[in-house]
C-alpha cells in the first residue's frame, strides 16, 4: 500500500505551460496506471492542444469546478464540446482526439487517469504538408522537446 498527500507533491509543468500538475503516479508507485492531478486556472489546459493516444485511454474525474472538452471521433471529423462538471468523469479511447480546458471563471481541479501508463503514440489531427498523405501527425520527443513528424513519409514537421 503506498498513500501520499497532493500536498507533498511538487508541480510539474509540462512544456512550460505554467499549470499546476502534480503526477501521483511515481509516488504512489503506479506500474500501468498514470497518474495526475491538476488545478487549471480560467483560460488554462490540460495539455497543448487536441491530440489523442493511439495505445492509451484516458479518463478525466472532475473535483471542482466545471471543464469543457472538445472531442473529435478521428482527425478529420467535426469536433464537439462536452462540458463535464463535478463530481463528473468523461473516457477517451485509444485514438480518440480530445482537448479540456477551463473555460469558466473558477478553479477547475481534476485526476487524469491513463491506461497503460507510458504512452508512445501520440497523435495530433493535423496533415502532413509535406506528402498530404496522412491526416494526422505524430508526436515526438527529442532532447530539444516535443516535435512532429509524419506518420507516412517520416518528414520532421516544424511546430
Excluded: W
Excluded at 135 to 148: H, S
Amino acid at each position: 500500500m503506498q498513500r501520499v498527500s497532493i500536498d507533498d507533491i511538487d508541480s510539474t509543468v509540462p512544456m512550460g505551460e505554467g499549470i499546476d500538475r502534480r503526477g501521483l503516479s511515481e509516488p504512489l508507485g503506479t506500474e500501468e496506471l498514470a497518474l495526475n492531478r491538476y488545478a487549471l486556472e480560467p483560460g488554462q489546459a490540460f495539455a497543448g492542444g487536441m491530440h489523442a493516444h493511439l495505445d492509451q485511454e484516458e479518463v478525466f474525474y472532475i473535483v471542482s469546478g466545471t471543464a469543457t472538452f472538445e472531442t473529435k471521433a478521428e482527425a478529420t471529423a467535426d469536433s464537439e464540446t462536452v462540458d463535464v462538471g463535478a463530481g463528473e468523469a468523461i473516457r477517451f479511447a485509444p485514438g480518440e482526439f480530445q482537448q479540456g480546458r477551463n473555460e469558466g471563471d473558477e478553479v477547475v481541479v481534476a485526476l487524469a487517469l491513463g491506461a497503460p501508463k507510458g504512452s508512445s503514440e501520440g497523435r495530433v489531427p493535423q496533415p502532413c504538408p509535406e506528402c498530404g498523405e496522412s491526416d494526422v501527425l505524430a508526436v515526438t520527443m527529442t532532447d530539444e522537446g516535443m516535435g512532429l513528424e509524419c506518420p507516412e513519409c517520416g518528414a520532421a514537421i516544424e511546430m
